[in-house]
């Protein structure tokens, strides 16, 4: 039989290490569009996702935000290891996209299972990978994509990670994630509808292309 936290978190780790995972870690839930993460925190824990979506972004000088990725079941972030092992501050703001449950692992217990665990070493090297190549695309589309396919790439992957193609989410909340204007934003949804990738309604945005 399958421990249990093998399947939420959708690795294979050895069972020793499931044991010592389930006896330190702490979960913690989440409601929609909470701070889970803030610029500025120490981050005491690893946050391993179990279940939910979650926003990271990343705020310039004036406060506004800017999206850079999405964490999904399975997930742990790239930006908190850093913060981890490097005793620094957030840089990021982390913030649940849907209902979120994690759970909490102590930073002191990162080195020892990098050296005891191969499935711990392989987690964190491929969340490490996976981060940078998140944020690479994150990079790219601000430099290379349009910004009518910037919004269509934003809806895809707000799509993707909610597992919902409709989507509760206002032109303004577009504009600040994006950091554009509402205006440049409400226009070119009109554009995309007209393309019949999207649908428009009063309170939500359907997407017909994924």
């Given at each position: 039989?399958?421990?249990?936290?093998?399947?939420?978190?959708?690795?294979?780790?050895?069972?020793?290490?499931?044991?010592?995972?389930?006896?330190?870690?702490?979960?913690?839930?989440?409601?929609?569009n909470s701070t889970i993460i803030e610029?500025?925190?120490?981050?005491?824990?690893?946050?391993?996702?179990?279940n939910g979506a979650i926003k990271i972004?990343?705020?310039?000088?004036?406060?506004?935000?800017?999206?850079?990725?999405?964490?999904?079941?399975?997930?742990?972030?790239?930006?908190?290891?850093?913060?981890?092992?490097?005793?620094?501050?957030?840089?990021?703001?982390?913030?649940?996209?849907?209902?979120?449950?994690?759970?909490?692992?102590?930073?002191?217990?990162?080195?020892?299972?990098?050296?005891?665990?191969?499935?711990?070493?392989?987690?964190?090297?491929?969340?490490?990978?996976?981060?940078?190549?998140?944020?690479?695309?994150?990079?790219?589309?601000?430099?290379?994509?349009?910004?009518?396919?910037?919004?269509?790439?934003?809806?895809?992957?707000?799509?993707?990670?909610?597992?919902?193609?409709?989507?509760?989410?206002?032109?303004?909340?577009?504009?600040?994630?994006?950091?554009?204007?509402?205006?440049?934003?409400?226009?070119?949804?009109?554009?995309?509808?007209?393309?019949?990738?999207?649908?428009?309604?009063?309170?939500?945005?359907?997407?017909?292309?994924?």
């Open positions: 039989m399958k421990n249990e936290l093998d399947l939420n978190f959708g690795y294979v780790f050895e069972e020793n290490l499931l044991d010592e995972i389930k006896k330190v870690g702490v979960q913690k839930n989440f409601s929609i610029i500025g925190d120490f981050i005491t824990s690893m946050p391993l996702l179990l972004l990343r705020e310039d000088e004036n406060g506004e935000e800017l999206v850079l990725y999405y964490l999904e079941k399975g997930d742990t972030c790239a930006m908190t290891l850093s913060c981890c092992m490097g005793q620094t501050k957030s840089k990021i703001r982390a913030v649940a996209e849907t209902e979120v449950a994690l759970l909490m692992v102590p930073k002191e217990k990162m080195t020892s299972w990098l050296s005891n665990y191969k499935s711990w070493q392989s987690f964190i090297l491929q969340s490490y990978h996976n981060r940078v190549n998140e944020l690479l695309e994150a990079v790219d589309t601000i430099a290379f994509l349009k910004m009518d396919k910037r919004i269509f790439k934003y809806l895809k992957d707000k799509a993707m990670v909610t597992h919902n193609d409709t989507l509760s989410v206002t032109h303004k909340e577009i504009s600040e994630d994006l950091h554009t204007s509402r205006v440049v934003v409400s226009r070119l949804l009109k554009k995309l509808e007209n393309e019949n990738k999207i649908q428009l309604f009063r309170n939500s945005i359907k997407v017909l292309e994924l």
